[in-house]
């Protein structure tokens, strides 16, 4: 028998007090939260499926919220955001996730789980950001190498390479993402992050099987985006209409 969400929850809480009585190591609780977050996922969506509809594919992205004023001792708030894929629609669910009991709450960031239907989409487009953070790092790394080389003999060189190093990596590899362009009411991009690993390429392999064969040549080619003037009832294929 499948757990249900009041069952997760309790074993969230549950974990939080063993680690603080010590019965839980550190790295065993950041893994056991991450799984127990993930079966909550599913737990959320089981209820909305319809008949006949199932989870195919499953991918997740962390993401830190580090601040400039927190200690780097502190244990940093982390943002899950969790892609479920069925042959119909595609479900988004955001939940904090805490590396330690700890750590603290992000007041920004609710808990919440959404839906969107294959048909309901009006395309996706694959995007990459340049690292900025890291070439500022990388630059101001290579400025105090030049400034202070009289003085870093043995140092000075290898910040010298450390900074050109992490500017062009900045520069040079873009953090790739991929965005999910909805329409009407569901207007707003969801933004799926680490495209590249292999829960993401599942993701989009299923959303890419629910599109019209033109569409599925496009994406496999990496061009994500679809043209405006095309009909839109042709956009999303036969297994996301069947979804309305």
């Known amino acids: 028998m499948q757990p249900t969400v009041e069952e997760l929850l309790a074993g969230l809480e549950m974990l939080d007090r063993h680690c603080v009585r ?5 790295r065993d609780y950041a893994r056991r939260h991450a799984a127990l977050v993930e079966e909550l996922a599913r737990a959320k969506v089981r209820p909305l499926l319809e008949g006949g509809e199932k989870i195919l594919a499953e991918h997740y992205v962390v993401r830190g919220h580090f601040k400039l004023t ?10 899950v955001l969790g892609f479920l894929a069925t042959d119909r629609r595609l479900f988004r669910w955001r939940f904090q996730q805490k590396p330690s009991p700890g750590a603290d709450e992000l007041p ?27 070439a500022l790092t990388g630059l101001a790394i290579l400025i105090v190498a030049v400034v202070l080389w009289p003085f870093l003999e043995v140092v000075g060189p290898l910040m010298l390479l450390t900074g ?17 362009i909805g329409s009407g009411e569901a207007a707003a991009e969801w933004r799926i992050d680490a495209p590249q690993k292999p829960s993401g390429r599942r993701v989009l392999a ?16 990496g061009r994500l985006s679809y043209a405006a003037s095309q009909d839109p ?9 069947r979804g309305r």
Do not use: F
């Open 164 to 180: 050109l190093a992490g500017i062009g990596h900045a520069l040079l590899l873009p953090t790739p993402w991929v965005a999910v």
């Open 206 to 221: 299923v959303m890419e099987s629910c599109l019209t064969d033109s569409q599925a040549h496009e994406l496999r080619k």
């Open 233 to 241: 009832s042709d956009r999303i294929g036969a297994a996301g209409r």
């Open 70 to 79: 927190q200690s780097l001792l502190q244990e940093t708030p982390q943002e």
């Open 22 to 26: 010590g019965d839980v190591r550190p």
């Open 108 to 134: 920004d960031v609710a808990n919440e789980l959404e839906g969107r239907w294959y048909g309901d989409l009006s395309g996706m487009e694959r995007r990459r950001d340049v690292r900025w953070s890291e």
